[in-house]
């Protein structure tokens, strides 16, 4: 008895929320799915090009820097390929009167497949035919997670458009996000490790098998109810003045991109464990200190942001995150112990961070609605989009671009597994260890630091919008919400 009221509750839905409980969980899932192929992508895939690309002897090319540049290059076509998606996502009618929800189904099938063909670099070719594969394979799973990620973050403004119920969908998901980072996780370690020996490949197979298991059900259980009917019809011109009518939701993504670009240490967790402490098995234990506080904040964001404004509570978090880095720099890497003290104080305001990384993107939508009028939430939400995978690129362009330098002195080998690389018996100078070190520790830091001031001019308050999504849908006439912000906008 006591445990059918317990399921009562947890499937109750709180007074003024518009979503059922079963929605909620599609949408869960499906960020669980999601996250599993972008966790692959962004903390193996460094690793995984590490072990694929070694320098070939007598040619004087390191490919460390031609895939570095390659990952970039790929951002050119990003670039296009993010707005145009942009305009032909609030251009496009579907015969369902659905906005979202179809585009959620065309990806369904694509981000798996292009996953697997990114992780499935055949060994025995040429490094020249490697890096038109790397190429070819990174555009369309580039093009691929665009189609999915603009409609899942922006569906959230169709299926509600209660603040809160929004932010604790949003802060709840992150649950389910880590979920699916951690099946990654876990796989690309233990699967790749000096124990078991197999490959990135498998490790890519089975996650690609388990994003479209999870993602399914969101393709039929969410429900758009708000929006849609006045949706305008986008052309370039009209976004570059969108964009520049919507000061914070640049001001929000210039610091995102410093923040996220620094962001190095997830792909450099197994490279870190098995050069400075001797067994790759060791970033499982780094892993687990970001992901069980992930999970336990995202129970707890809701209830913090009722009572501390949203950025506020963020530019806090960025601030303990930049000291508990510097923490570590100083005591170095010499005692395992003090590592992983370390590593999980600083993991708490990450966790917070990360759960509410995404919560201000629909603010900026609804912002962007007051200001200029326009019903613009696929250009919003394909900006966020294209600076995740611009920053996950940038950073890892950034790494290897580290790699490949001759001052550093890192020496490459190829390889499928841990293992292979032990037996290889290639071992790294002192002085490209403490450049691993730097790269793991103080880049981050550096990067929370320029954040944090950008962050500063971000002056919106949770209470102004939700006042402004009053306003947009009807709620309350111009006059009413302009007499109660809280400042002219």
Known sequence: MN????????????????????ERLSYYLYFAGQNAIYNLISSFLTTYIVFTFAAEAGTGVDPMKL????ILAVKIWDAVNDVVFGVIFDKVRFKSGKKFVPWLKISLVFIPLSTILLFAIPSSISTSV??????????LWDTAYTLCDVPIFGVITAMSENLDERNSVLSYKSIWSGVGSGIALI??????????????????????????????PACFKLEERYGGENDESFTVKKMFRYLFNNKFLLIYYIGFFFYSSANVYNQLNQLVAYYLFNNSMISLVVQACSLVPSAIVAFLVPHMIRKIDKMKLFRICTVASVVTSVLMWAVGYSSLVLFIILFALRSVPLAILGVMLFLFTPDCAEYGKFKTGIEAKGITFAIQTFMVKLTAAVSSALVLFVFGLKWVGWQSVEAQNFDDLAKSGITQTPHALNCLWFLYVMIPAIGYAVAYLIW??????DKDVQIMADCNTGKITREEAEASLSREY
Do not use: Q
């Open 3 to 22: 445990t059918l009221k317990e399921k009562k509750v947890l499937m109750k839905t709180p007074d003024g929320w518009v979503t059922n409980p079963i």
């Open 67 to 70: 895939t570095a540049g390659i």
């Open 130 to 139: 490697k890096l038109w594969w790397l190429a070819i394979a990174y555009i």
């Open 187 to 216: 796989l690309g370690t233990v699967l790749v490790s000096e124990k078991v020996h197999l490959n990135y490949t498998v490790v890519a197979v089975i996650c690609a098998v388990f994003a479209i298991l999870t993602m399914i």
């Open 456 to 461: 500063t001019r971000y002056k919106m308050t």
